[in-house]
């Protein structure tokens, strides 16, 4: 019995121990980048109201707009469903065309795949 | 009479020298926007565009007046304009009203004054064209008006132009084409107003064409926004006036073409507010018989963004 007791709270101590050691990232909603291409973005004089649009999509924590870039760099919370559509109506109502949108996934998500020595993904 | 120092320049001269500047500003390396041109409008109805705007403009005239006497006339304007986006980037809609304060000295005579609010001014502007490219947005719109008569119009004493209101409904149609690149931009607009008779008094129907070149001078480079940015502008600002009309007769000292040459400049602090300084400096004027002729105006502004 005492040695029920004594595995049973090795196996919880070594669970606890391995839980705590696991990486920030293993967090099942971590919070995702999305960039958007923006075309017309050529006046950082209009961008106040891209900015604003983008700022009230759902999840949306912070908006970055890169004018030399011509894109849009948006934060959005943890757990956050990413609307493309809802993207591109948010542009398309702050005055311009919206173009290429890239969901960056989190590392521990999407870890990246090594190159193999000919070039080609393995 | 013949205003001093004003000299008419042909027009070919005045495209010669709009395009050796305008080469200039292309040629400019990396040349890449700004804000909205100062007396020019712009197709791009976003951002400050429609942005809540106000200014002090001067305007200095001297000449001969109707009769032949020598008058002087000094005039100052502070428009309010609202501006409300029905459907944003879409349609804008635009209420105006002048603060208006006029002196007008006639030499060995009296001097006539006036000031109060002049008359409301409303008007649209929808967007007919939008073609974007990276960095590049091309676009057009079509502007309606309707100018309302509120302002007081038949104060004793005074001639029709030196009263706050014309005492008539006027409508304006128009339209603005706009290229507007990274760091520079290419303005255009064309209107057409049309005059009712007031009073008695029908003022000349006008046309208004305007052409701008605008040139982000800091930043170099804009990476992020919002950043501190300094702009500058060259404009063209011409006018067609037909005659007035007094009693159904045609007024024949009345009427003409104008054309200023506007250097600007524009500061751009914060994201929602701008300030800008412009100066008119008439380069031909054609004005049908006796009329003053405008010395120069200056213009000094802000417009701030509601939302």
């Not at chain 2, 100018?147 to 409904?169: F, H, I, N, R, V």
Request: contains cysteine.
């Amino acid at each position: 019995m005492l040695n029920m007791k004594i595995s049973s709270i090795l196996i919880l101590a070594s669970f606890l121990w391995i839980a705590a050691a696991l990486p920030a990232a293993a967090d099942p909603h971590p919070e995702s980048t999305v960039i958007v291409q923006v075309d017309g973005l050529s006046c950082p004089f209009c961008a106040f109201g891209l900015e604003k649009k983008l700022s009230k999509l759902p999840g949306a924590q912070s908006v970055a707009i890169k004018v030399d870039q011509g894109v849009a760099e948006l934060t959005f919370a943890p757990g956050s469903r990413i609307d493309e559509d809802r993207i591109r109506e948010a542009v398309r109502a702050g005055g311009f065309t919206p173009r290429e949108i890239r969901i960056l996934k989190p590392e521990a998500e999407s870890p990246p795949q090594a190159e193999s020595p000919t070039g080609t993904r393995p | 009479m013949k205003m001093p120092g004003l000299r008419r320049i042909r027009p070919g001269r005045i495209c010669l020298s709009v395009s050796v500047i305008g080469l200039f500003l292309v040629s400019v390396p990396e040349s890449s926007a700004q804000g909205p041109p100062i007396q020019t409008d712009t197709a791009l109805i976003t951002g400050f565009s429609v942005a809540a705007r106000s200014f002090l403009q001067v305007i200095e005239k001297s000449g001969d007046l109707p009769g032949g006497e020598e008058g002087r006339l000094s005039a100052k304007m502070l428009p309010i304009m609202l501006p409300y986006q029905i459907r944003p980037n879409h349609l804008v809609l635009i209420a105006a009203m002048p603060y208006m304060d006029m002196d007008l000295k006639i030499k060995n005579g009296p001097t006539l004054s006036n000031s109060g609010w002049g008359d409301l001014r409303l008007l649209a502007e929808y967007n007919l064209y939008q073609k974007d490219a990276p960095r590049l947005t091309t676009r057009a719109i079509l502007i309606g008006g309707v100018k309302l008569s509120t302002a007081e119009d038949d104060k004793s004493g005074l001639p029709p132009p030196m009263q706050l209101g014309t005492g008539s409904t006027d409508y304006t149609v128009g339209t603005a084409v706009s290229r507007i690149g990274h760091r520079l931009g290419y303005y255009s607009d064309l209107k057409y107003t049309i005059k009712n008779k007031g009073n008695g008094y029908e003022f000349g129907d006008t046309l208004n064409y305007d052409l701008a070149v605008g040139y982000r001078l800091l930043p170099g480079i804009y990476e992020s926004y919002p950043a501190k940015q300094l702009n500058l502008f060259l404009e063209l600002n011409g006018l067609y006036a037909q005659k007035d009309r007094s009693n159904g007769q045609k007024v024949h000292d009345s009427g003409g073409h104008s054309l200023f040459l506007s250097p600007g400049i524009q500061f751009i602090p914060l994201k929602t507010a701008l300030f800008e300084a412009s100066v008119q400096i008439p380069i031909f004027q054609d004005l049908n018989g006796d009329q003053l002729k405008t010395d120069y105006t200056y213009l000094i502004g802000f417009r701030w963004l509601l939302y």
